[in-house]
């Protein structure tokens, strides 16, 4: 342990703590725009600067460790003047069109500027005027306003390992920019979006579309349907000040519907649905020896994307269910249709997401029309919904709580926990337990699936067998789990899993690139435990005993992985170029 | 591997790899080579390179655009440089770089449409009694004056050079 002073303020803290860090414990938050709690420091900004006492030296304190003795002072005259002047400096070189800006009322910089009273700016303004970026129609590159902080680069290149972001050129002319100069359509982005959630500014931020959405929802000819990704409902409170983790389903649905929406579903239905075809692709491979193992769930558009790009010899692993999603849009626009004499040409369907990678998923295939429409017409973030929400002056705090339409709203606890890292692992073993057995496992949860570390890897015993399964968050960690499977392929030695999930995002989609700003992991721990409560909280938690599944599959599908199920509910991939360009 | 640039020239990316191997810095070595050869990194080079040394073309693309000796479009026939270094600029050599821009309808850095001229600016050439100061390939002029530049662009313009 490490003995110091911070503002006069005795502190004891582990070695190699920063005085960043150790500052927070003391209760004082030295302001930083590049510094994130999930990201290494790299001292780019240059505002979190202290002094040593008696010294004259700043320190950046992002990537200073605090030192036995030290007396740190985090505010004097002389810091927060150097500190203006910086601000001031980013300020001189930025569009400052905060009110037309993505990031309005949210913004690092904004709220810095904010905070230090600038009213006026010391230095010349220096516009950049570099072309924006709209191409992947799921994320928009304003590089005008990147204040260089490096944090989209760190993401993309080590936390997702993707490297379709960098910093081009050097000194003033440094810029991101797609990997060589190219658009992000055509680098090897896979939609992720955890840059545009970790952008200080709006720099990055999701491609909007919810003037789209407006304008079906005031078109007296479309019958506009809506759903709810599980992550949803424990991240949007954070956009009207609930605490982390609250789950607002009820508000959530009365929302919906206050906007317009004719009928409000629930992806977590769909993700019951989606457990059901892929336990029993499990079972069937498993068991039956049936096509390859271990399994792969695909789930996570931007994990599929990842792999049909970087890894397309594992294309045969993947778990050709569709995403929940996608499955409930399909079903809108066929079952629901039929069963309440709708047209389903007039169907708009919406499904709000944690998630950018799903406003490309919804055309990643021809696959994706499987109704003989587009199975989802628009797929809008958290984010966007919030907005679209504070728009149109409902007083959410106070809203009462509502009920989603019957049948493809009902869901168990296992759809809902499909939100978090281990979720759909979680959910498909409960019923591939009872696929097998013909018994439901005994304890309910599967505990160490759960939880933040990168890559879980455990056991579970299903009537003698022991199903090796691997579950790994954020795409660093994918490498690690397919080597392993790779190599034991290739030396046809014994498979490291059978079952492996893979979530692009670090948390799963509670921590997803489209949920509100500001995600630790502590707040994705929050955002989890709110799943999981509700999952506690539900009288079913075994997506096989959901009865209103049971009913779609008699009354229209027949059973998992029949003839219709795999004309509606699954897809196929293939391998695609990293580089277009 | 050979690769085919411009119908011609080509370079061995798989050799160059191979000789660089597990070496610090092979990138910029490599890269120094392929500059060499081409005058360039040619955008098909660079792909290749990425798959051969196992290096997101996001990386490489951050070093040659890091690196002012590194070039992504093929150069001039020849190579103006205009000095902008302390003497050279008081001395009148933003008046020739702006001259030569308007001759030629070419930024700084890029290489004229017939791809005769590559035009850049170059800090201190090393001669700023002579400022101000501008070299075509190695041949350098000194105390330029910009109704001079015609007389001496011409013969390159003409082929004699």
Same mark, same amino acid.
């Given at each position: 342990?490490?003995?110091?002073?911070?503002?006069?303020?005795?502190?004891?803290?582990?070695?190699?703590?920063?005085?960043?860090?150790?500052?927070?414990?003391?209760?004082?938050?030295?302001?930083?725009?590049?510094?994130?709690?999930?990201?290494?420091?790299?001292?780019?900004?240059?505002?979190?600067?202290?002094?040593?006492?008696?010294?004259?030296?700043?320190?950046?304190?992002?990537?200073?460790?605090?030192?036995?003795?030290?007396?740190?002072?985090?505010?004097?005259?002389?810091?927060?003047?150097?500190?203006?002047?910086?601000?001031?400096?980013?300020?001189?070189?930025?569009?400052?069109?905060?009110?037309?800006?993505?990031?309005?009322?949210?913004?690092?910089?904004?709220?810095?500027?904010?905070?230090?009273?600038?009213?006026?700016?010391?230095?010349?303004?220096?516009?950049?005027?570099?072309?924006?970026?709209?191409?992947?129609?799921?994320?928009?590159?304003?590089?005008?306003?990147?204040?260089?902080?490096?944090?989209?680069?760190?993401?993309?290149?080590?936390?997702?390992?993707?490297?379709?972001?960098?910093?081009?050129?050097?000194?003033?002319?440094?810029?991101?920019?797609?990997?060589?100069?190219?658009?992000?359509?055509?680098?090897?982005?896979?939609?992720?979006?955890?840059?545009?959630?970790?952008?200080?500014?709006?720099?990055?931020?999701?491609?909007?579309?919810?003037?789209?959405?407006?304008?079906?929802?005031?078109?007296?000819?479309?019958?506009?349907?809506?759903?709810?990704?599980?992550?949803?409902?424990?991240?949007?409170?954070?956009? =009207?000040?609930?605490?982390?983790?609250?789950?607002?389903?009820?508000?959530?649905?009365?929302?919906?519907?206050?906007?317009?929406?004719?009928?409000?579903?629930?992806?977590?239905?769909?993700?019951?649905?989606?457990?059901?075809?892929?336990?029993?692709? =499990?079972?069937?491979?498993?068991?039956?020896?049936?096509?390859?193992?271990?399994?792969?769930?695909?789930?996570?558009?931007?994990?599929?994307? =990842?792999?049909?790009?970087?890894?397309?010899?594992?294309?045969?692993?993947?778990?050709?269910?569709?995403? $929940?999603?996608?499955?409930?849009?399909?079903?809108?626009?066929?079952?629901?249709?039929?069963?309440?004499?709708?047209? $389903?040409?007039?169907?708009?369907?919406?499904?709000?997401? $944690?998630?950018?990678?799903?406003?490309?998923?919804?055309?990643?295939?021809?696959?994706?029309?499987?109704?003989?429409?587009?199975?989802?017409?628009?797929?809008?973030?958290?984010?966007?919904?919030?907005?679209?929400?504070?728009?149109?002056?409902?007083?959410?705090?106070?809203?009462?709580?509502?009920?989603?339409?019957?049948?493809?709203?009902?869901?168990?606890?296992?759809?809902?926990?499909?939100?978090?890292?281990?979720?759909?692992?979680?959910?498909?073993?409960?019923?591939?337990?009872?696929?097998?057995?013909?018994?439901?496992?005994?304890?309910?949860?599967?505990?160490?699936?759960?939880?933040?570390?990168?890559?879980?890897?455990?056991?579970?015993?299903?009537?003698?067998?022991?199903?090796?399964?691997?579950?790994?968050?954020?795409?660093?960690?994918?490498?690690?789990?397919?080597?392993?499977?790779?190599?034991?392929?290739?030396?046809?030695?014994?498979?490291?899993?059978? =079952?492996?999930?893979?979530?692009?995002?670090?948390?799963?989609?509670?921590?997803?690139?489209?949920?509100?700003?500001?995600?630790?992991?502590?707040?994705?721990?929050?955002?989890?435990?709110?799943?999981?409560?509700?999952?506690?909280?539900?009288?079913?938690?075994?997506?096989?005993?959901?009865?209103?599944?049971?009913?779609?599959?008699?009354?229209?599908?027949?059973?998992?992985?029949?003839?219709?199920?795999?004309?509606?509910?699954?897809?196929?991939?293939?391998?695609?170029?990293?580089?277009?360009? | 591997?050979?690769?085919?640039?411009?119908?011609?020239?080509?370079?061995?990316?798989?050799?160059?790899?191979?000789?660089?191997?597990?070496?610090?810095?092979?990138?910029?070595?490599?890269?120094?080579?392929?500059?060499?050869?081409?005058?360039?990194?040619?955008?098909?080079?660079?792909?290749?390179?990425?798959?051969?040394?196992?290096?997101?073309?996001?990386?490489?693309?951050?070093?040659?655009?890091?690196?002012?000796?590194?070039?992504?479009?093929?150069?001039?026939?020849?190579?103006?440089?205009?000095?902008?270094?302390?003497?050279?600029?008081?001395?009148?050599?933003?008046?020739?770089?702006?001259?030569?821009?308007?001759?030629?309808?070419?930024?700084?850095?890029?290489?004229?449409?017939?791809?005769?001229?590559?035009?850049?600016?170059?800090?201190?050439?090393?001669?700023?009694?002579?400022?101000?100061?501008?070299?075509?390939?190695?041949?350098?002029?000194?105390?330029?004056?910009?109704?001079?530049?015609?007389?001496?662009?011409?013969?390159?313009?003409?082929?004699?050079?």
């Amino acid at each position: 342990m490490i003995q110091a002073k911070i503002n006069g303020i005795d502190i004891k803290v582990k070695e190699g703590t920063s005085i960043l860090d150790a500052a927070k414990k003391v209760n004082i938050n030295i302001p930083t725009l590049c510094k994130h709690p999930d990201l290494d420091a790299t001292a780019a900004c240059g505002i979190c600067i202290v002094k040593v006492k008696g010294g004259n030296k700043m320190l950046r304190s992002c990537c200073t460790p605090l030192e036995k003795g030290m007396d740190i002072i985090t505010h004097d005259d002389e810091l927060q003047e150097a500190r203006r002047t910086v601000i001031q400096l980013i300020l001189s070189n930025h569009p400052n069109d905060c009110l037309q800006c993505a990031r309005n009322n949210n913004c690092e910089l904004q709220r810095l500027a904010a905070d230090f009273g600038i009213r006026t700016v010391a230095f010349p303004h220096v516009a950049k005027e570099l072309p924006q970026d709209s191409s992947s129609k799921t994320i928009n590159l304003v590089p005008d306003k990147c204040i260089l902080c490096g944090r989209c680069v760190q993401v993309c290149q080590q936390m997702q390992d993707v490297w379709a972001l960098s910093f081009l050129e050097r000194g003033f002319q440094t810029r991101i920019s797609p990997a060589g100069d190219i658009n992000l359509s055509e680098s090897p982005c896979v939609r992720c979006g955890q840059c545009s959630a970790h952008c200080p500014t709006g720099a990055i931020a999701e491609f909007d579309q919810t003037p789209e959405v407006w304008k079906a929802l005031y078109d007296p000819n479309k019958y506009c349907v809506v759903q709810i990704a599980p992550a949803v409902r424990v991240a949007i409170g954070e956009a =009207f000040g609930y605490p982390e983790g609250a789950n607002l389903t009820g508000k959530l649905y009365a929302a919906l519907r206050r906007l317009g929406f004719k009928a409000v579903f629930d992806t977590s239905f769909a993700a019951d649905l989606t457990v059901m075809e892929e336990a029993a692709e =499990f079972v069937q491979r498993f068991a039956h020896g049936k096509g390859v193992l271990p399994l792969i769930t695909s789930c996570c558009p931007a994990w599929v994307d =990842f792999m049909e790009k970087f890894y397309p010899d594992m294309v045969k692993h993947f778990s050709s269910a569709k995403s $929940p999603h996608e499955m409930l849009g399909v079903l809108s626009k066929t079952y629901y249709a039929q069963q309440n004499a709708i047209d $389903p040409a007039t169907i708009y369907m919406v499904s709000i997401m $944690p998630c950018t990678a799903k406003k490309y998923e919804i055309q990643r295939s021809e696959e994706m029309y499987a109704s003989g429409y587009p199975d989802i017409n628009v797929s809008l973030t958290t984010r966007e919904l919030a907005r679209m929400i504070k728009q149109s002056g409902i007083d959410f705090m106070h809203l009462p709580e509502a009920q989603p339409d019957h049948v493809l709203g009902e869901y168990t606890g296992a759809g809902v926990i499909f939100g978090a890292t281990g979720g759909v692992m979680e959910a498909a073993l409960r019923t591939a337990h009872y696929m097998v057995t013909g018994t439901d496992a005994d304890k309910v949860d599967f505990e160490n699936v759960r939880g933040l570390k990168g890559v879980k890897e455990t056991e579970v015993n299903i009537k003698g067998n022991k199903i090796k399964i691997a579950i790994a968050h954020g795409l660093e960690n994918v490498e690690y789990v397919l080597r392993r499977v790779q190599k034991a392929i290739a030396e046809k030695t014994e498979l490291p899993y059978h =079952f492996i999930e893979v979530m692009a995002c670090p948390g799963g989609c509670v921590g997803g690139g489209g949920q509100p700003y500001g995600a630790t992991d502590k707040l994705r721990v929050a955002r989890a435990h709110g799943l999981y409560k509700e999952d506690d909280d539900k009288e079913l938690q075994y997506s096989h005993h959901n009865p209103y599944i049971k009913k779609v599959y008699k009354e229209f599908l027949e059973k998992p992985l029949s003839e219709k199920s795999h004309k509606l509910l699954h897809t196929h991939y293939t391998g695609r170029p990293l580089y277009k360009k | 591997m050979d690769t085919q640039v411009n119908g011609n020239t080509k370079v061995d990316i798989k050799g160059l790899a191979e000789k660089w191997k597990g070496k610090r810095g092979n990138l910029i070595m490599i890269l120094h080579e392929i500059q060499n050869h081409y005058g360039y990194v040619p955008r098909e080079v660079s792909l290749q390179l990425s798959e051969v040394l196992d290096v997101p073309l996001a990386r490489i693309y951050e070093v040659i655009t890091f690196y002012n000796f590194f070039k992504l479009e093929p150069p001039g026939k020849h190579t103006i440089s205009v000095c902008m270094g302390t003497a050279c600029y008081l001395k009148g050599g933003a008046k020739l770089l702006d001259e030569i821009k308007n001759m030629f309808a070419v930024e700084e850095g890029q290489t004229t449409k017939d791809g005769l001229f590559h035009l850049q600016v170059v800090r201190c050439l090393g001669c700023c009694g002579l400022a101000p100061v501008m070299m075509i390939d190695g041949k350098i002029f000194g105390k330029v004056k910009p109704d001079e530049l015609m007389n001496i662009l011409s013969p390159y313009v003409k082929g004699e050079v």
